[in-house]
C-alpha cells in the first residue's frame, strides 16, 4: 500500500485482512518522513518504505517494490505520480482511489479536502467515490467501480469528507479483495 497522508484507508484495508491466510499487506510505502499514516501504522506488525519523492518519480522504487512481488499495489492518498517504468513494469496491478465521481473533480491539485470544497462550491447534489487502475495522467485510468452519496443543503466540506470516507472504507477493501481473487 502507498499512502502520503494520515492512512486512515490503509488502516481500515489492513485490518480488513488482518484475518485473512490468503491476502496480505506486504508493506506500507510513503514518501514522506512525517506521513501520518507511520504514526498510525507503528503499532501493526507492518513492513515500512519510506523513500524521497525522487526515488518514486524516477522509478528507482521499482527494484524495491519488485522485492514484495506484489500481486496488487494499491493507492490510497498517495499524491505523487507514478513513474512510467513502474507502470511498464507493474501493468495492470496498480490501483488508486479517488474521493469523487472522476472524470469530475479529478486531475493534478485534486486531492483530499481542495475535492470536497469544490464539490460543495458547485452545490453538488451528489459525490462518491470512484476506484481506478493508474495510468500516466492524473485520475485517468480504467476504472473499476464507483459508489454515489447524496448530499444535501445542509451539507459542508466536512460532512462530504465524512461521508466520502465511510464509502472508501467499505468499498475499497472489498475491491481490493475482488480483484486479488479474480486473478487466482
Ligand atoms: C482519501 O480520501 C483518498 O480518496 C484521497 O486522499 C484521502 C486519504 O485519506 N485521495 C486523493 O484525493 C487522490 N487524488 P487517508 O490518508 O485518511 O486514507
Redesign the pocket.
Given at each position: 500500500m502507498w499512502?502520503s497522508?494520515?492512512?486512515?484507508?490503509?488502516e481500515n484495508i489492513f485490518k480488513y485482512f488482518q484475518q485473512n491466510p490468503l491476502i496480505k499487506v506486504a508493506a506500507v510505502f510513503t514518501n514522506k518522513s512525517n506521513a501520518g499514516?507511520l504514526q498510525r501504522m507503528e503499532p501493526y506488525k507492518v513492513v515500512f518504505e519510506i523513500h524521497e519523492n525522487a526515488v518514486f518519480e524516477s522509478g528507482a522504487i521499482d527494484q524495491t517494490v519488485a522485492k514484495y512481488t506484489p500481486d496488487l499495489i494499491v493507492l490510497?492518498?498517495f499524491?505523487r505520480k507514478i513513474a512510467p517504468s513502474t507502470l511498464l513494469r507493474f501493468p495492470n496491478k496498480i490501483i488508486?482511489?479517488?474521493?469523487a465521481l472522476l472524470p469530475k473533480y479529478g486531475g493534478k491539485g485534486?486531492?483530499?479536502m481542495h475535492?470536497h470544497q469544490a464539490v460543495y462550491d458547485q452545490k453538488e447534489a451528489e459525490t462518491g467515490i470512484t476506484i481506478h487502475y493508474v495510468n500516466a495522467h492524473y485520475?485517468e485510468g480504467a476504472i473499476v467501480f464507483q459508489q454515489k452519496v447524496a448530499l444535501g443543503p445542509d451539507d459542508t466540506p466536512a460532512t462530504i469528507a465524512q461521508k466520502?470516507?465511510l464509502l472508501?472504507y467499505k468499498h475499497y477493501p472489498e475491491i481490493i479483495e475482488k480483484l486479488l481473487t479474480d486473478h487466482e
Amino acid at each position: 500500500m502507498w499512502a502520503s497522508g494520515s492512512g486512515s484507508n490503509v488502516e481500515n484495508i489492513f485490518k480488513y485482512f488482518q484475518q485473512n491466510p490468503l491476502i496480505k499487506v506486504a508493506a506500507v510505502f510513503t514518501n514522506k518522513s512525517n506521513a501520518g499514516v507511520l504514526q498510525r501504522m507503528e503499532p501493526y506488525k507492518v513492513v515500512f518504505e519510506i523513500h524521497e519523492n525522487a526515488v518514486f518519480e524516477s522509478g528507482a522504487i521499482d527494484q524495491t517494490v519488485a522485492k514484495y512481488t506484489p500481486d496488487l499495489i494499491v493507492l490510497a492518498g498517495f499524491l505523487r505520480k507514478i513513474a512510467p517504468s513502474t507502470l511498464l513494469r507493474f501493468p495492470n496491478k496498480i490501483i488508486n482511489i479517488h474521493p469523487a465521481l472522476l472524470p469530475k473533480y479529478g486531475g493534478k491539485g485534486m486531492f483530499g479536502m481542495h475535492v470536497h470544497q469544490a464539490v460543495y462550491d458547485q452545490k453538488e447534489a451528489e459525490t462518491g467515490i470512484t476506484i481506478h487502475y493508474v495510468n500516466a495522467h492524473y485520475d485517468e485510468g480504467a476504472i473499476v467501480f464507483q459508489q454515489k452519496v447524496a448530499l444535501g443543503p445542509d451539507d459542508t466540506p466536512a460532512t462530504i469528507a465524512q461521508k466520502v470516507h465511510l464509502l472508501e472504507y467499505k468499498h475499497y477493501p472489498e475491491i481490493i479483495e475482488k480483484l486479488l481473487t479474480d486473478h487466482e
